[in-house]
């Protein structure tokens, strides 16, 4: 890969051990993948932050590369941590987990990452501009980055993204490349879709089939309502279920609207009310009762969260409504205006949590004994079996908010 | 005395030298090696060997990316010295140079017999080796 001078240097450990082990990363990696030399990014989001994720080995791997003040030279953010960095013990969550937590997100603050938890970073500040490059990690907001605003990453791993952030720069292949996003299925939906979940059944489904490569959806009845949290939970069961990064909805996302899309070649799906059904049941595991209601992944918007709030309006529910736990997972930014419309109250007083960064997959909810979670969520249905051991109960917001009563 | 040299390509940079354990099936980091550096899958060439001081010889990786903070833990303890792959994939690159381990690819491994010593040289990417007979 050709490096600039200034890059060499990096390389050949003048600017200290830590950012040669970034450079050494991402030249290797460029090699790997085929990149001809590295370009500058505008803002990186990194991933592996909960401690039920990475682990002990993780955690060291953090103080090592802290230990030395070096700051990322990027806006950078971060992916959902394993718990709420606030209320972690009004919400139980074991103490030693949270110790390890604790020291995990002191050694990304050391560095001048964001300490905003979140998988849906384009909601809360760290938003791209179209034909942006960025290293980013979250599979579900690689794939809104990338469809939605139409700016360009890879899958990162959390290493390579941390690397990208500290550098400034990512190697130069797969999305960041026109050739690379042209889709190669056209999926032709002609079951009417309402509901958020059922974007992530759709996304179930068409992420099994088309594993890792771009498709280009028609919607026969269009999107109606609120478009980016239905996009949003689109994209996040097609990186859960395939490892689609990239998707393109015939006059919605940028690129199909600026006609830079071919779909001469595309291989053909068509999905009917019949196929969104049969996915329906394969993604619901059990007929019991849900331990805990969750809402939220990836995070939630402001309108989501309204939802939950009309739900326990329209149906008077009191502090005994729910029969299990209830937790409605966003940003701690969106919690912020949550609580100025005071939602946060509704809900609350409802018997259920409004929970900061964090979400069920990557917090240990396990050990804390929750073992049937309902979602509205395919890409939660997707992970919690094996991911959390969990029985998943599965349905638009208003069903699954119903199991609990 | 006499030795092979093979040139390949440099992932992860360092010189070392050490008795080469070779292995012909993809590892995975996260699962089939425990913490001391025993192989524990089962299905692996090279089950219940330890892989501590040695050159670990393998055609590519595989699995969890959570795999890439297992090598980097067995690097930092000193247990795994360096790597010497077919064709190296990212998790296995990551780990390797977080771990700094040194690591270099693009190598005919079938060259590689277990308990050969190998001179690895992460810099240039040059893999010698001098057969055990």
Same mark, same amino acid.
């Given at each position: 890969?050709?490096?600039?001078?200034?890059?060499?240097?990096?390389?050949?450990?003048?600017?200290?051990?830590?950012?040669?082990?970034?450079?050494?990363?991402?030249?290797?990696?460029?090699?790997?993948?085929?990149?001809?030399?590295?370009?500058?990014?505008?803002?990186?989001?990194?991933?592996?932050?909960?401690?039920?994720?990475?682990?002990?080995?993780?955690?060291?791997?953090?103080?090592?590369?802290?230990?030395?003040?070096?700051?990322?030279?990027?806006?950078?953010?971060?992916?959902?941590?394993?718990?709420?960095?606030?209320?972690?013990?009004?919400?139980?969550?074991?103490?030693?987990?949270?110790?390890?937590?604790?020291?995990?997100?002191?050694?990304?603050?050391?560095?001048?990452?964001?300490?905003?938890?979140?998988?849906?970073?384009?909601?809360?500040?760290?938003?791209?501009?179209?034909?942006?490059?960025?290293?980013?990690?979250?599979?579900?907001?690689?794939?809104?980055?990338?469809?939605?605003?139409?700016?360009?990453?890879?899958?990162?791993?959390?290493?390579?993204?941390?690397?990208?952030?500290?550098?400034?720069?990512?190697?130069?292949?797969?999305?960041?490349?026109?050739?690379?996003?042209?889709?190669?299925?056209?999926?032709?939906?002609?079951?009417?879709?309402?509901?958020?979940?059922?974007?992530?059944?759709?996304?179930?489904?068409?992420?099994?089939?088309?594993?890792?490569?771009?498709?280009?959806?028609?919607?026969?009845?269009?999107?109606?309502?609120?478009?980016?949290?239905?996009?949003?939970?689109?994209?996040?069961?097609?990186?859960?279920?395939?490892?689609?990064?990239?998707?393109?909805?015939?006059?919605?996302?940028?690129?199909?609207?600026?006609?830079?899309?071919?779909?001469?070649?595309?291989?053909?799906?068509?999905?009917?009310?019949?196929?969104?059904?049969?996915?329906?049941?394969?993604?619901?595991?059990?007929?019991?009762?849900?331990?805990?209601?969750?809402?939220?992944?990836?995070?939630?918007?402001?309108?989501?969260?309204?939802?939950?709030?009309?739900?326990?309006?329209?149906?008077?529910?009191?502090?005994?409504?729910?029969?299990?736990?209830?937790?409605?997972?966003?940003?701690?930014?969106?919690?912020?205006?949550?609580?100025?419309?005071?939602?946060?109250?509704?809900?609350?007083?409802?018997?259920?949590?409004?929970?900061?960064?964090?979400?069920?997959?990557?917090?240990?909810?396990?050990?804390?004994?929750?073992?049937?979670?309902?979602?509205?969520?395919?890409?939660?249905?997707?992970?919690?079996?094996?991911?959390?051991?969990?029985?998943?109960?599965?349905?638009?917001?208003?069903?699954?908010?119903?199991?609990?009563? | 005395?006499?030795?092979?040299?093979?040139?390949?390509?440099?992932?992860?940079? !360092?010189?070392?030298? #050490?008795?080469?354990?070779?292995?012909?099936? @993809? &590892?995975?980091?996260? =699962?089939? /090696?425990?913490?001391?550096?025993?192989?524990?899958?089962?299905?692996?060439?090279?089950?219940?060997?330890?892989?501590?001081?040695?050159?670990?010889?393998?055609?590519?990786?595989?699995?969890?990316?959570?795999?890439?903070?297992?090598?980097?833990?067995?690097?930092?303890? !000193?247990?795994?010295? #360096?790597?010497?792959?077919?064709?190296?994939? @990212? &998790?296995?690159?990551? =780990?390797? /140079?977080?771990?700094?381990?040194?690591?270099?690819?693009?190598?005919?491994?079938?060259?590689?017999?277990?308990?050969?010593?190998?001179?690895?040289?992460?810099?240039?990417?040059?893999?010698?080796?001098?057969?055990?007979?």
């Amino acid at each position: 890969m050709y490096l600039t001078k200034e890059e060499e240097k990096i390389y050949n450990g003048e600017y200290g051990e830590v950012l040669e082990m970034a450079m050494n990363l991402l030249v290797s990696l460029g090699d790997i993948y085929g990149a001809e030399r590295l370009i500058d990014i505008s803002s990186a989001q990194v991933s592996g932050v909960s401690y039920k994720t990475i682990g002990e080995e993780g955690l060291n791997f953090l103080r090592d590369i802290s230990k030395d003040d070096v700051k990322v030279s990027v806006p950078t953010t971060l992916n959902p941590a394993g718990m709420d960095l606030s209320r972690y013990e009004e919400l139980n969550f074991p103490r030693n987990f949270v110790k390890k937590q604790l020291d995990i997100i002191k050694c990304f603050k050391k560095m001048g990452v964001e300490i905003g938890c979140t998988c849906t970073p384009y909601l809360s500040g760290n938003i791209p501009i179209y034909g942006d490059h960025i290293a980013w990690a979250e599979s579900s907001a690689v794939s809104y980055a990338n469809s939605v605003i139409g700016a360009r990453t890879n899958r990162e791993g959390g290493p390579s993204a941390l690397a990208s952030a500290l550098i400034g720069k990512t190697p130069l292949y797969g999305y960041h490349l026109d050739e690379n996003r042209m889709p190669s299925y056209t999926v032709e939906v002609e079951a009417e879709l309402e509901d958020i979940s059922d974007y992530g059944i759709l996304g179930s489904l068409v992420g099994r089939i088309v594993k890792d490569e771009v498709p280009y959806f028609v919607f026969k009845n269009g999107i109606s309502g609120d478009k980016y949290s239905k996009l949003k939970a689109l994209g996040a069961s097609l990186a859960a279920s395939g490892s689609v990064a990239l998707y393109h909805v015939e006059g919605i996302t940028p690129e199909c609207r600026m006609n830079k899309i071919d779909i001469d070649i595309t291989e053909r799906i068509t999905v009917t009310k019949e196929d969104l059904e049969e996915e329906y049941h394969r993604l619901n595991t059990t007929e019991e009762k849900p331990d805990l209601i969750c809402i939220g992944c990836p995070h939630c918007s402001l309108e989501e969260i309204k939802e939950v709030v009309d739900f326990i309006v329209k149906n008077n529910i009191r502090r005994t409504g729910f029969k299990c736990d209830l937790w409605v997972c966003t940003s701690i930014h969106i919690k912020v205006i949550a609580d100025r419309m005071g939602y946060t109250e509704v809900i609350e007083r409802a018997g259920g949590k409004v929970v900061c960064d964090t979400c069920m997959v990557v917090a240990p909810i396990e050990e804390m004994g929750y073992k049937n979670i309902a979602t509205n969520s395919g890409k939660a249905a997707t992970y919690l079996p094996n991911f959390c051991g969990s029985n998943v109960i599965y349905g638009s917001t208003s069903e699954v908010l119903k199991k609990g009563l | 005395m006499d030795y092979v040299e093979i040139m390949g390509r440099s992932i992860s940079k !360092g010189v070392v030298e #050490g008795e080469a354990l070779v292995s012909h099936k @993809p &590892i995975s980091f996260l =699962g089939d /090696i425990n913490k001391e550096g025993i192989v524990t899958d089962r299905e692996s060439d090279i089950y219940g060997k330890s892989i501590k001081e040695k050159i670990l010889v393998f055609p590519t990786g595989k699995g969890s990316t959570v795999g890439s903070y297992v090598i980097y833990s067995l690097g930092k303890r !000193g247990i795994l010295k #360096g790597i010497v792959n077919r064709e190296c994939e @990212p &998790i296995v690159a990551t =780990g390797a /140079i977080l771990g700094r381990i040194p690591l270099v690819d693009k190598i005919d491994i079938s060259k590689i017999d277990t308990g050969d010593w190998i001179v690895l040289d992460g810099n240039k990417g040059i893999v010698k080796i001098y057969k055990r007979n």
